[in-house]
């Protein structure tokens, strides 16, 4: 008799000790190792709020944007998921084994423009599920490996190992098919690119009298020459977020880690980022994270 296939969710485990304090969270599980018990713990942490590379074999079918994509006994497939689409796992006939890693947006590392939708796997733009042969799913196995013992190490910067390992993840999959890997390079994409770059080009901040001299959408559509209409458009569409919204992001990043990791007060804080009061910032600061600049400390 067949057995009855049931649907499955593979969450986030309980994060409390794995967050990075300058930046987010980020966990590397073994799938065979999730109880009923686990899962439920994680209510608080929504689908959306993780991005997730899934390393999975078993009798199993991954559904994403009306695809099945089905594994049978032994086959291996590596799955990259975003916020935003959905997906849903069933298992078809005994245990579905593998790892996954989760991490959320503010987990890449402060001194990197990109972010993980950047990334054609994760943007929706190209190939996401990936079948590998026997060597390729060793490949990858060992990776996953050294994710889950270095995020319990006591390594000072075991958050900017974890962040290789992610990223060779990634290009470990993107080499799997190279042809998916680059978008056609339209003068939106350039533009897009070179508002990156010029974001980027200001941090980090390493001394207290050092300011940001662009930080408004104005600012910067003047410096590459362009309409500020044609910089959002080209933003939008690249980034799915406004020129306001991806300049906002990076200041709070960067205020993140100054508060975490300097003895600057408040006000060299807020100097540096370019507002014109500190009280501006403490609420541009709480607007983004939820705490105050002094409750974060």
Same mark, same amino acid.
């Given at each position: 008799?067949?057995a ?9 485990p309980?994060?409390?000790?794995q967050?990075?304090?300058?930046a ?13 018990e686990?899962?439920a ?10 991005y ?27 799955v990259?998921?975003n ?7 069933q298992?078809? #006939? ?5 790892? %996954?890693c989760? +991490? ?5 590392p402060?001194?990197?423009? @990109? =972010? ?14 990936f ?6 799913a ?6 996953f ?7 319990t ?5 075991k958050?900017?190992?974890?962040f290789?390992y ?9 080499k799997?098919?190279?042809g998916t890997?680059?978008?056609?390079s ?6 897009? #690119? ?5 974001? %980027?080009?200001? +941090? ?9 001299? @662009? =930080? ?11 309409h ?31 508060l ?16 014109e ?11 983004y ?9």
């Open positions: 008799m067949e009855q296939s049931q649907s499955i969710h593979i969450f986030a309980l994060l409390p000790g967050k990075d304090p300058s987010g969270h980020f966990a590397a599980v073994r799938l065979e190792e999730f109880s009923a686990s899962l713990a994680t209510a608080s942490y929504s689908r959306k709020d993780f997730k590379i899934s390393l999975v074999t078993g009798n199993t079918s991954y559904f994403y944007q009306g695809t099945e994509y089905r594994l049978n006994g032994d086959e291996w497939a590596l990259f998921t916020r935003e689409v959905a997906y849903r796992w298992v078809h #006939e005994g245990v579905c084994r593998g790892y %996954a989760l +991490f959320t947006e503010d987990f890449l402060l001194h990197t423009h @990109l =972010r993980p939708a950047d990334w054609a796997v994760f943007n929706g733009d190209a190939q996401s599920v079948k590998l042969s026997k060597d390729e060793v490949f990858f196995t060992k990776l490996e050294k994710m889950l013992q270095e995020q190490s006591d390594y000072a910067h958050y900017d190992l974890l290789l992610v990223l060779e993840c990634i290009h470990g999959a993107l799997l098919h190279p890997e680059s978008k056609s339209t003068a939106s994409t350039r533009l897009a #690119e070179a508002f990156k770059s010029l974001l %980027a080009a200001q +941090f980090p901040i390493v001394h207290p009298n050092q300011q940001v001299s @662009l =930080r408004t959408p104005p600012q910067f559509a003047e410096k590459l020459a362009v500020i209409n044609s910089l959002n458009r080209a933003l939008k569409e690249a980034t799915g977020k406004t020129t306001t919204q991806l300049i906002n992001e990076r200041l709070m990043l960067e205020a993140r880690a100054l975490v990791h300097s003895n600057w007060s408040v006000s060299q804080i807020s100097h540096s980022l370019g507002f009061e500190p009280t501006h910032f403490t609420r541009a600061f709480k607007a994270t939820g705490q105050t600049p002094s409750s974060l400390r």
